[in-house]
Structures are given as C-alpha cells and as structure tokens.
C-alpha cells in the first residue's frame, strides 16, 4: 500500500470545499472538458491566499508535474471507473475490494499532486484584487495550463456556474 496521504492546507481545504453540489460540477468540467479538478480546487485556494497563479514558464514546479496526472492519475481513475458498473451488483466481492484500493491510490496520487502544487505557492505573486482572482487564476489556468483550444458555449456555461459557487 502506498504511503500516508500528506496533509497540508490546500488538502485540508480540497477537502472541506468539496462539497456534493460542488463535486457534481468539477467532475463534469473534468469528465466532459478535460479540466482538472486538483488545479480547479487550486485556483480557488490561491485566490483566498490572495495569489496569482503564474504562467506555466514561471510555475517553477509544474515542468516537474505536469506529466503527473496524465501518466498515473488518468489511468489509475479511468481502471476504477471501469471497475465501477460490475463491482457495485455484487457490492461484497472481491472486485469491491480491489476498487476501493484502486480507488485510495487513486486519492494517494491525486494527494501528491496537491502537494507538489500547494508547494509551489510561496513563489506565487500576491494580489491586492481578490475579489477577481479565482476569475483570474481559473482563466489563467485554461488557457495556460491545459490544451483547450476552444471554451464551447457548455464548457463556458459550466465554468460560471462553479465560478459563482467557488466563492
């Protein structure tokens, strides 16, 4: 089994903030878009540390994670989906079993990540302006972070609607 998860502020928050309504709309901006939910989670966070998330170039530890999710969080998240429709029939098997370990390394992964990120932090610039910075650090994170190339009128719809409740 892997390690202790790490806990530190941005998990302690990730945590506390992840509430059903919230869940609902971060896994489909990630499910149905391709976003993040860790960096979602961290574009809030920051702004109520009055940070300004950085370009990628100046984000001194994302050259080192930025490869992260897609080489063990994606394919250990995408193994425990698949796993789900089978494994909840028959709740008392083994391949429950196995899904829950999937899916605590899963969280162990995901947990990592925000560490990396939460670390990163300190270097950030601070802001005066937060009233706008989880606009500012979402934005910055979407057209820097990942490889959208277009925001369609479902993906924008979405976005405000986390918008209005990441506050």
């Not at 390690?3 to 489909?28: M, Q, R």
């Not at 909840?88 to 829950?100: D, L």
Request: proline share 4%; glycine share 2%; net charge positive.
């Amino acid at each position: 089994m892997p390690d202790a998860l790490i806990n530190h502020s941005f998990w302690s928050f990730a945590v506390a903030y992840y509430t059903p309504e919230k869940e609902k709309i971060l896994l489909g901006l990630q499910d149905d878009h391709g976003l993040d939910c860790c960096w979602l989670l961290f574009c809030v966070w920051l702004s109520q540390k009055n940070k300004v998330l950085p370009l990628p170039e100046s984000n001194p530890v994302y050259q080192c994670i930025k490869d992260w999710s897609k080489q063990v969080i994606e394919p250990i998240r995408y193994l425990r989906q698949r796993l789900k429709e089978p494994v909840e029939k028959c709740a008392i098997t083994q391949g429950y079993k196995f899904r829950q370990q999937i899916k605590h390394l899963e969280l162990w992964a995901e947990n990592r990540y925000m560490y990396w990120l939460y670390c990163s932090a300190d270097f950030y610039l601070n802001s005066t302006d937060s009233k706008q910075l989880v606009r500012i650090n979402t934005n910055c994170y979407i057209n820097y972070y990942t490889e959208l190339t277009t925001i369609n009128r479902k993906l924008k719809k979405e976005l405000e609607q986390w918008l209005r409740l990441a506050h």
